[in-house]
């Protein structure tokens, strides 16, 4: 009887070891799996933060863009301004001289 229960046993730990070898296994493939998501999420969060910096790049070239349109634009104004200015002087100049003839 002895050797059969020990048959049995050794059958039975053979069993077990198949199946811990199985486990070990699926959690290397689990581990492999939870490796290439975590650099795929590596990858991801580069992609993200080299646009990032793109879209504050590009943002900040609007923005200078933006300012030396608007300085460009008050520059006309303030040319327009100083040459209604001069002619405003011009003008008042020929009505004082023309109020001075009439004295």
């Not at 048959?7 to 070898?21: I, L, N, P, T």
Request: charged share 30%; with cysteine; hydrophobic share 40%.
């Amino acid at each position: 009887a002895l050797p059969i229960s020990a048959s049995k046993a050794e059958v039975a730990a053979r069993g077990c070891q198949e199946q811990a070898q199985a486990l070990a296994r699926k959690a290397e493939d689990q581990v492999q799996s939870l490796e290439a998501l975590a650099t795929r999420a590596q990858e991801e969060a580069a992609l993200a933060s080299q646009q990032a910096k793109l879209a504050e790049e590009q943002s900040a070239e609007a923005m200078k863009s933006l300012l030396k349109t608007e300085s460009a634009a008050v520059d006309e104004v303030r040319s327009e301004l100083n040459a209604f200015i001069d002619e405003q002087r011009v003008f008042c100049g020929f009505l004082d001289t023309e109020q001075r003839s009439y004295q």
